[in-house]
Each structure stands twice: as C-alpha cells, then as structure tokens.
C-alpha cells in the first residue's frame, strides 16, 4: 500500500509528489516549519493529506519541545499552528485538524509530558482515521460502478492525496480489486500534472488500467460514449453542496450533465465545511510561473505575460450526482441529506 506520510516519532516523513513519476524520493524532516513549507511548496498535497501533515507538524513540535512550562509549550504550540493555517486557504481538511489539535493543546495538564503525549495522540488519531476513512469510502462508492465501467477521474484523490489509499481512486481501487473489470481515463490536469504524473503512476502501480488524455479532449471522449462515470475528489464541500475541487472539475461536471453521465464526488466528512457559505471560501491564486511552464522548467509562452492562475473552481450543487463519504451516499438536496450523515 503506497503511503504518502509517515510518523517516525521524532520525524516526520513523507513522498516528495513533485518528483514523481520520475523518482520515489523519501523526504524526512523534525522540524515543523519544513513540513509547512512542503505544504506550500506542494511536496504534501491533496486535501486529506494536507490535514494529516499539520498535524504531525504540531505534534512534531510538542515533541522537540524539551522544555518544563505547560503554558511555554502552549504558545509555542499556537504559534506552529497559526504558520500551518496560513500555508494554503481552501482545503477544509487542514483548518478541520488544525482546529482538532489546537482544541487538545487547549486543555489544562499537570505536566508537560502529559500535554505532549495528548497531542501526539491525537495527531496519530488523526493519521489512523484517514486510512480507514478511505477504505470506507471505497468499499461504499465501489457499490455504484458496475462492472466494465469506464471511469474518468481528474486531478489525483489517491493514495498520494490521503494517508493511503485514496478517495476517487479508493472508489476505483475498491471497485477493481472486488473483481470489477474498469477502467480508467485519467485526464493530465494543467497545469501542475497531477492527473498524468500522479493518478497514471498510482494505476499503473497497482495495474489498474488507464489512459491518460489532455484536459481539452473531456468533450470529446465524452461525445464518443467512451466513459461510463466520472468520480472526482474534493478539497472542500459547501451546503447546499458546492463542490470546490481542483481547477476544471467544473468544466468536467458541465460536459457530464450535457451528455447524461454521473458525476461522483468522494470526499470524507471532514472535506464538508458546514460552518461557511460558498462566497466566503478563498480560491487560492498560485505561482504563475506553473502556467507560463511546464512545470516551472520550460517556458511555453512570454514570460512576461499576465496570468489566470486559480487552483480550484466550484462546482454547483445541480451538477453533482452523489456525494460519497465514509458514512453514506448523499443525494440531492445536499443540504438536507448530509447533516443526516453527520
């Protein structure tokens, strides 16, 4: 099972994604602020992942704290975690630890161990329920494809996303080792590739098979009635059930409608914000080097044009055929049938 982050104890390690398909290269770290900048930098991605490692970083700080004073520890502690919420601003998974850790570091403690050993605790109970989340989103999505399916995914909700395993693809990856014979279409995902370096390589890993196709040909693979479903990932849904994912899954779910296929979405219950409205939600505007290059390597175009470079679009709830989550599938309306889940 591929494992994209780890706990060592005094280290935090993780699968550098920005190096894939090219090299498995192992990154460890014990300082927090390394693992921030990973988040940032896109080394740990994917909206589940994100969220496991803040929290190992607040536990790696209780850890390499040495010290005797519970309330020293505490800002310490608070100040660690103000850096992670700032790392990056629409995934509800990191704000969703963040705020789970941070209600543990709030507590009173006789000690100093006692804290650190809570917090640890708590990190790792977070780190062990995104694994048997994703399983439980398999085994329930794996219910809705049918056999000889053809399922496009975009973006990558896999074991690279999650802990392991993965939310999308723990749906395909259930489905298939249930004996299912699908397949799958995996779009490239401009501009960071996450479709073509990370989806193809976790399939072709498992052999699982795959095409890969370029953003622009949805319509037409569509329009030749070569996919059957569509199941995507989510870094954050919002009653009554928008659907913030990775730039262009809008632009999937809209020829999805035209041409009459299911538009899945899978996501843990910890990716529903039901505390903020849509317009609320900050869409993260990124480097526009990523688009102005291949992958910051090679220019494509001037480099000094202007640039559009959101990370994520929304959604509508109309779009959205089912939400699938570890407790159920949610149907339409949303925001009547998930608080249910809750």
């Known amino acids: 099972m591929i494992k994209s982050i780890e706990w060592l104890g005094d280290r935090v390690r993780w699968l550098n994604t920005l190096k894939l398909p090219w090299a498995e290269e192992y990154v460890e770290s014990d300082d927090p ?5 990973a988040i940032e930098r896109m080394e740990i991605r994917g909206a589940p992942a994100i969220g496991v490692a803040a929290a190992l970083a607040v536990a790696l700080a209780a850890v390499k704290y040495g010290g005797t004073s519970v309330k020293e520890l505490r800002a310490r502690l608070r100040t660690v975690i103000e850096r992670l919420r700032a790392t990056r601003p629409t995934a509800v998974n990191l704000f969703w630890a963040l705020k789970r850790v941070e209600g543990v570091v709030s507590r009173d403690y006789a000690g100093v161990d006692e804290m650190v050993r809570e917090v640890v605790a708590e990190a790792l109970r977070i ?3 995104d694994v048997e989340v994703n399983r439980r989103i398999g ?31 723990g749906v395909i990856r259930a489905a298939w080792y249930s ?27 498992e052999g699982i098979p795959v095409k890969l196709i370029t953003d622009n040909m949805v319509g037409y693979v569509m329009s030749r009635g070569l996919v059957s479903k569509v199941v995507v990932g989510a870094d954050r849904i919002v009653l009554p059930g928008y659907v ?24 843990p219950m910890s990716s529903i914000d039901f505390e903020n409205t849509i317009e609320s939600v900050k869409i993260e505007e990124r480097d526009p080097d990523e688009v102005r290059t ?15 470079n959101p990370a994520f679009d929304i959604t509508p709830p109309e779009l959205v055929t089912a939400i699938i989550t570890e407790k159920g599938v949610a149907y339409k309306p949303f925001d009547e049938t998930l608080p249910v889940l809750r």
């Open 127 to 129: 780190y062990d329920e």
């Open 179 to 205: 004996g299912k014979r699908i397949r799958v279409i995996a779009t490239e995902t401009r501009p960071m590739l996450q479709g073509a370096r990370l989806t193809v390589w976790e399939l072709v890993k």
């Open 244 to 267: 913030v994912n990775k730039i262009g899954t809008y632009t999937i779910a809209v020829l999805a409608a035209r041409h009459g296929i299911p538009f899945y979405v899978a996501a």
């Open 33 to 37: 602020e390394r693992i921030a900048v």
């Open 139 to 169: 085994e329930i999505g794996a219910k809705l494809i049918e056999d000889g399916d053809v399922i496009l995914t975009h973006c990558n909700a896999g074991a690279l996303a999650t802990v392991a395993y993965g939310t999308a693809l």
């Open 294 to 308: 291949v992958l910051k390597s090679t220019y494509i175009t001037l480099p000094t044009v202007e640039v559009l």
